[in-house]
């Protein structure tokens, strides 16, 4: 089936640890996109791919790093350096900027 | 600065009765626009969207309505069904069609109908 895969669903990470999601999408798509999610924000936008080898800062981009060495794939890390990491993260994928499919996404939890 | 804004968080309405969420924008360069319907813990799917050179677009028992000059878009439900509870963003794009880009998002409006 074509879409895309956020794993894992659910997440800990200690404080100080840095935490890799993973997204994976097989639908072709040029675009990819991290998103976080927490009560009353709506989506916000943390990093965001147009191409292989190529990345932009998103509105919320201090704390989090990311990578685009294949097309399909676009994995988020969480560091240290994030100070409130505990939120739901929603990765997407798009042909151009219009309809963007989202992944089910990852409740990440700092215990 | 939020350039898409949905004021309302939350919207109640009795099933069958239509459902009207708004939202509105800044940028005047928004040609496209788009709303996603998230239910908890689960990404968002895509919903509806409009070109700026349209005024309405219907699919089904949604419509959404533009209108350019008061930045202002709506989403129409009719009729509302329990199954339409979520949350409903409202999302924008500059130069549609592009591989440049993004989306902008507002911050979702709770819809719950009740039976």
């Known amino acids: 089936d074509g879409g895309i895969t956020q794993s894992p669903k659910y997440l800990f990470r200690k404080e100080g640890q840095n935490v890799t999601l993973s997204c994976e999408q097989n639908?072709?798509?040029?675009?990819m996109y991290w998103y976080r999610q927490d009560p009353g924000q709506g989506l916000r936008l943390i990093y965001y791919?147009?191409?292989?080898?190529?990345?932009q800062k998103g509105d919320i981009a201090e704390g989090y790093s990311v990578s685009r060495e294949k097309k399909e794939s676009f994995p988020l890390t969480v560091t240290s350096a994030q100070k409130n990491p505990t939120a739901f993260y929603l990765c997407?994928?798009?042909?151009?900027?219009?309809?963007?499919?989202f992944g089910q996404g990852t409740r990440l939890t700092v215990v | 600065d939020q350039q898409v804004k949905q004021n309302s968080p939350s919207l109640s309405v009795q099933e069958g009765r239509i459902s009207i969420l708004n939202c509105d924008y800044t940028?005047?360069?928004?040609?496209?626009f788009l709303w996603y319907k998230k239910y908890p813990a689960e990404g968002p799917t895509f919903l509806i969207s409009?070109?700026?050179?349209?005024d309405k677009n219907e699919d089904g028992r949604f419509t959404v309505f533009l209108n350019k000059s008061a930045k202002h878009l709506s989403l129409h439900i009719v009729p509302s069904q329990p199954g339409d509870s979520a949350v409903y963003f409202c999302?924008?794009?500059?130069?549609?069609?592009?591989?440049?880009?993004?989306?902008?998002f507002g911050r979702g409006t709770q819809l719950t109908v009740w039976p």
């Open positions: 997407a994928s798009s042909p151009s900027n219009t309809e963007a499919f």
């Open positions: 791919s147009q191409i292989v080898n190529d990345f």
């Open positions: 940028n005047s360069m928004f040609d496209y």
């Open positions: 999302a924008a794009s500059l130069d549609r069609g592009s591989t440049l880009g993004r989306l902008y």
């Open positions: 409009i070109s700026s050179i349209k």
């Open positions: 639908l072709n798509h040029d675009a």
